[in-house]
């Protein structure tokens, strides 16, 4: 009924009509109109369809009215994500958000402004929020506060800039003071002239009190700490043994010598290999990938939750699984020394890094070792002790064979160093790890990229629907400006839309002291990458067929794929467009929750340096420069914060918008993009969720030596690296 309300009204002798007109007009019997009414109610609500004033019902689209999903950065700017993906974003200025909060699905109001046809807009198209349609999240975590005459409720998101009046709370278990950590249920909020009214549903305790932090980042983000019965009765009730009838239809690879390559603290490991030297200029490359689909049916309860969940999410002091461990850690988990069913990718490798033939097939493995990723690096830097270890050097000359390959073929260089937050027994910050993309994580990488283009190939040709990961190329404004950015630091930029220009720059600034700070900038004009039933490429990655395959206990996208390579059922309660815009918005919350679950941590670890009056030193890398100060990248920390001017002591800043940099008025001393300066902690706002940061020793910038002062030179700097995320437990680094 819905398809053919949308077709009839999309002809273009349609004339707005209500409901009995409709139905006129679809050719409906007379019974028919409650059905009618129930589609009409759906399709209205859902943003696609608008009923006028005079209950006539006309598409959005042609009103220049578009439904989609709203993300609001920290400034209260929105951007809209229509559903329709041959739309694109649309801008939301902060006075025209309405109620609309991060996540939710909205409808927006194009604005539509003349232009000369032809002419392409020099700026982004803009609109108005007028509708929601569906609350992202009804429930707030923040901090109680009392005011003279009520109480009110800080939210933690910063982008929620309103305060949410509060009555006093009943029936929740335990009495709330001010400066507790709350849950509110939001009510019906109308206008943003006005602040929001909720209630407490849950009193969390003091912000200090143990595990206070960490349960606010899981109430906030929605994010589960148990299994339904049901779900866990269904992993307990999976046999551990494997039966004759498990192996039916397998290829039998336990002789195979296979071995996995996984973070120290993994405990789910889904992917494992096995590389064998057909001859001497050819390979043979197993790619082994947990079958979670056996265990996982579409339609259970472990199969509905897994799908609610859309993935594991990884927390600075735990994880929360897609799966129960029953499955994660244990029957699914590629265990050294058992029998494990994988599905599996076999590739015929030339000697220079080419595809030359892909199969797929149903397996069963029995992994000879486990290596840690520091275990493999240390063998790769050594000599072979055994043929398992000698296997592994092979691979490590594979994978760079073909990573070459693919840097030829037009991929972006765009990963910098992650780190790794280490807490002690007590949940507080012990140290922070910087990790390397060294060659043995490349090892891994380079296998698992070609599985999953080939899978996504695979998909393609034989026209099979499934879900693609999907990364589309950056608006071409954004590249403009960032490419004007880059000219005006008197560096050469050629023309951003080829990428072969893209990876001249950024070989270029590999070379430059100010080379990190402009990466940073790049990436943050790129798109951000998500699932798609369309088969859109990747631009990063320079891939027309890409999608996720190898990641299935710890991703719903790959179990869909997993189903759709090998001709299994997804399931008739979403559609496949359904879950990929669920999981992307799943994956988006949990970056968010990541995120945060580190800044709590290292707020309280900054609070304690300032408490103590001895705070530690870092290096940091200006990134941004602006009128009020500039903003650094402090690595050691992996985080960004700003240095306002008012804390520089040594001079009088002033800043020069043409150079963007500062000027000392007296000392002539510059702070610019790309410097290096020591910064310690001077303010942390857990409100805000904001670090303030001043120079060590007032205001003396670290100097450049003479080879760096001007990006033109040929030397060659020490080099810096920004931690952009932080991926803990067992987690691959790179979510691409």
């Excluded at 002239?193 to 929605?222: K, W």
């Excluded at 979670?292 to 799908?307: I, K, N």
Aim: glycine share 6%.
């Amino acid at each position: 009924m819905n398809e053919k309300i949308l077709k009839r009204l999309a002809r273009k002798d349609y004339v707005p009509a209500n409901v009995h007109g409709l139905q006129q007009l679809l050719g409906l019997p007379p019974g028919a109109q409650p059905e009618l009414e129930r589609a009409l109610r759906e399709l209205t609500q859902s943003g696609r369809l608008t009923c006028t004033k005079g209950q006539r019902y006309i598409l959005s689209v042609e009103a220049d009215l578009i439904p989609g999903r709203i993300r609001i950065n920290r400034q209260g700017k929105g951007f809209l994500i229509p559903d329709d993906t041959g739309l694109k974003e649309i801008v939301i200025p902060e006075s025209a958000t309405g109620t609309a909060l991060h996540e939710d699905r909205v409808l927006v109001r194009r604005d539509v402004k003349p232009r000369r046809p032809g002419l392409k807009p020099a700026e982004p198209e803009t609109g108005s929020v007028i509708r929601i349609l569906e609350r992202r999240r009804a429930q707030i975590v923040g901090t109680l506060q009392r005011g003279r005459q009520f109480l009110y409720v800080i939210p933690d998101d910063p982008r929620i800039p309103h305060d949410i009046y509060v009555p006093p709370p009943r029936d929740v278990g335990r009495p709330a003071h001010p400066g507790d950590k709350v849950v509110v249920e939001l009510r019906a909020w109308e206008s943003r002239h006005t602040n929001p009214e909720g209630e407490i549903i849950e009193v969390l305790g003091a912000p200090d009190d143990e595990g206070v932090d960490m349960l606010s980042v899981l109430r906030q983000y929605d994010l589960p700490l148990h299994f339904p019965p049901a779900v866990l009765h269904e992993a307990r009730s999976i046999r551990p043994e494997l039966a004759p009838r498990d192996l039916a239809g397998r290829t039998d690879c336990r002789d195979h010598p296979v071995i996995t390559i996984d973070p120290d603290d993994a405990k789910d490991f889904d992917d494992a290999f096995c590389l064998q030297r057909v001859s001497a200029d050819q390979w043979r490359l197993w790619v082994h990938i947990a079958d979670v689909s056996h265990y996982v049916r579409p339609g259970t309860a472990l199969d509905q939750e897994a799908r609610r969940r859309g993935n594991s999410t990884y927390l600075v002091d735990r994880v929360i699984p897609m799966l129960p461990e029953a499955l994660s850690n244990e029957l699914c988990s590629l265990k050294p020394a058992v029998d494990r069913l994988t599905r599996c990718v076999e590739f015929l490798i030339s000697g220079d890094g080419r595809v030359l033939n892909a199969k797929f097939y149903p397996a069963v493995i029995h992994s000879r070792r486990r290596f840690t990723y520091p275990e493999a690096l240390g063998i790769l830097r050594g000599k072979a002790a055994d043929p398992i270890e000698q296997m592994l050097h092979q691979a490590h000359t594979l994978a760079q064979r073909l990573r070459r390959h693919r840097f030829h073929n037009g991929s972006l260089a765009l990963d910098f160093p992650e780190t790794k937050i280490r807490l002690d027994a007590s949940g507080r910050v012990s140290h922070i790890e910087k990790v390397e993309n060294d060659v043995s994580h490349q090892l891994i990488e380079e296998f698992m990229l070609l599985a999953n283009e080939a899978v996504a190939a695979h998909l393609m040709r034989r026209q099979i629907k499934a879900i693609y990961r999907v990364h589309e190329e950056p608006d071409e404004r954004r590249l403009q400006e960032y490419r004007e950015e880059v000219l005006s630091h008197q560096v050469p930029c050629g023309n951003l839309s080829r990428s072969a220009e893209v990876q001249k720059l950024l070989h270029r600034l590999e070379s430059l002291p100010i080379g990190p700070a402009l990466k940073i900038g790049f990436l943050k004009s790129l798109m951000r990458a998500r699932y798609a039933v369309e088969p859109l490429g990747h631009y990063g990655l320079a891939k027309k067929e890409y999608t996720h395959f190898t990641s299935p206990i710890r991703r719903y996208a790959d179990l869909v794929v997993h189903r759709a390579l090998f001709g299994g059922n997804h399931g008739p309660a979403h559609s496949l467009k359904e879950t990929a815009d669920h999981i992307s918005a799943t994956e988006r919350n949990s970056a968010d929750a990541e995120r945060d679950s580190k800044d709590v941590k290292m707020f309280a670890f900054l609070r304690g340096q300032l408490q103590s009056a001895q705070p530690q030193s870092y290096p940091g890398l200006v990134t941004e420069v602006r009128n009020f100060g500039f903003f650094v990248d402090v690595s050691g920390l992996a985080m960004s914060g700003l240095v306002h001017l008012s804390s520089l002591e040594d001079d009088f800043y002033v800043f020069d918008p043409v150079r963007a940099h500062l000027v000392g008025r007296r000392t002539r001393r510059v702070l610019r993009l790309g410097d290096n300066v020591q910064v310690q902690v001077a303010k942390v706002d857990t409100f805000k969720k904001q670090v303030d940061f001043r120079l060590v020793g007032g205001g003396k910038p670290v100097p450049r030596s003479p080879a760096e002062k001007h990006p033109r030179t040929g030397s060659r700097p020490r080099h810096h690296a920004r931690a952009r995320s932080h991926r803990p437990g067992g987690h691959r680094p790179r979510r691409r």
